[in-house]
């Protein structure tokens, strides 16, 4: 990854607030979703979990409170140090570690792992040969059968999110989004923090075959929002018990559904070590 990009990357996320992200809006959905199909494959704690590209700790802290043993590593200063401090608050379950680290370098011993969150570095990392670094290095760090949870943003997430959000007509935006339909490659040279930061963004199969191409055996492949976080409503739905578990339930039937997979705003490729 060039440093012009990395260096974006961590100035992005000095901005935005990450660690308040999954708790607003059709945010909420991407967190259920992902903990959900986190909990259909990983064994029973306890286990040690490397919670790579983790963020301000939502996952991590989750699963330390479920009886993992959870190292956190992500390269942005901020995100760790907010990760400190949600583990602080959660003394009895707190992270076995959290540091300001590379996916494509991991400082932890071959096979010494039992899982893999990777929920931010694969597409972040734009470039090919680093995404496949860094699942490289998730197999050297995995025991045999360990599982990695690798996400993905979809080709047309911005094209579906500009249509839906009303800023498909803004000039600015315009060559952002023919470039990342084109060639999946998203880059934001204005300050609009609406319009992420850079990026590649994945077709499904194109997930998939990262992770064959490492050796993993692809267990699943899985739209995590689906179609839900484009409701107008979302709120309301999201708020009404009802109907969030009917809407949960709606995209649970339609996430393996090919023609569906590339609407859902993130992909996510389970894939066991050989």
């Not at 903990?35 to 330390?64: F, N």
């Not at 956190?72 to 583990?87: F, G, N, T, Y």
């Amino acid at each position: 990854m060039a440093e012009e990009s990395a260096n974006e990357i961590i100035r992005h996320y000095t901005q935005a607030d990450e660690a308040a992200r999954l708790s607003k809006g059709w945010f909420q959905l991407e967190q259920a979703r992902t903990q959900e199909i986190i909990l259909r494959h990983i064994q029973p704690s306890p286990g040690k979990v490397l919670d790579i590209g983790g963020g301000a700790g939502a996952y991590a802290c989750w699963l330390a409170a479920r009886g993992y043993q959870v190292h956190l590593i992500d390269p942005v200063p901020r995100h760790v140090e907010q990760a400190l401090a949600a583990s602080a608050k959660q003394e009895k379950y707190s992270l076995a570690s959290a540091e300001v680290g590379d996916a494509r370098r991991l400082k932890h011993a071959d096979q010494s792992a039992d899982a893999v969150l990777l929920l931010g570095p694969l597409y972040h990392l734009t470039e090919r040969t680093d995404r496949l670094a860094a699942l490289r290095e998730i197999h050297r760090v995995l025991r045999p059968k360990g599982v990695v949870w690798a996400a993905g943003i979809s080709r047309f997430a911005s094209l579906l999110d500009s249509l839906f959000s009303g800023f498909f007509d803004q000039s600015e935006f315009a060559p952002i989004l023919d470039r990342d339909l084109a060639e999946g490659q998203h880059r934001n040279p204005t300050d609009n923090l609406l319009y992420f930061t850079d990026a590649f963004f994945h077709r499904p199969q194109e997930l998939a075959a990262e992770l064959a191409e490492v050796h993993f055996e692809l267990v699943d492949l899985v739209a995590i929002e689906g179609p839900g976080w484009l409701a107008r409503d979302f709120e309301r739905l999201w708020n009404h018990p009802a109907q969030r578990e009917r809407l949960l339930a709606v995209i649970r039937e339609v996430e393996h559904e090919p023609t569906l997979i590339g609407a859902s705003s993130h992909i996510m490729a389970v894939g066991r070590k050989r």
